[in-house]
C-alpha cells in the first residue's frame, strides 16, 4: 500500500511539474511575442519617420535648387546626409532587435512544443 502512495504521489508530482513547465514556456513565449510586436511598432515608426524625412529631405532640395545662394547648399547637404545616415542606422538597430529577439524565441518555442 504504502508503495502504491508513493507511486501515485511520484506519478502527480510529474505530472504538476510537466504543467508547470509548460506553463512557463507559454508564459515565455507570450512574453517574446509582445517583446517582438513592441520591436514591430519601432521599427514601423522609425520606418514612417524616415519616409517623412525623406519627403521632407526632398521639399527642402526643391527649395534649394530654387535658391541662388550657392554658399548654403554645402551645409544644407551636409545635414541632409547626416540625418538620413542617423535615421537608417536606428533603422539597421531596430531591425537587429528584432532578428535577435526572434532568434532567441526559436529554442524555447521548440521546447514548448515538445512538452505539448
Do not use: H
Amino acid at each position: 500500500r504504502d508503495d502504491g502512495e508513493a507511486q501515485l504521489e511520484d506519478t502527480n508530482s510529474n505530472s504538476t511539474e510537466g504543467r508547470d513547465l509548460s506553463a512557463d514556456f507559454k508564459t515565455l513565449y507570450i512574453k517574446v511575442l509582445q517583446e517582438n510586436m513592441t520591436l514591430k511598432d519601432k521599427l514601423q515608426e522609425m520606418e514612417l519617420q524616415l519616409s517623412q524625412n525623406k519627403v521632407e529631405l526632398e521639399r527642402l532640395r526643391q527649395v534649394w535648387q530654387s535658391q541662388e545662394s550657392s554658399t548654403e547648399r554645402p551645409a544644407l547637404l551636409e545635414l541632409e546626409r547626416f540625418e538620413k545616415l542617423a535615421l537608417y542606422r536606428k533603422a539597421v538597430e531596430l531591425e537587429d532587435e528584432l532578428k535577435v529577439q526572434a532568434f532567441s524565441l526559436i529554442p524555447a518555442f521548440l521546447l514548448f512544443l515538445d512538452y505539448l
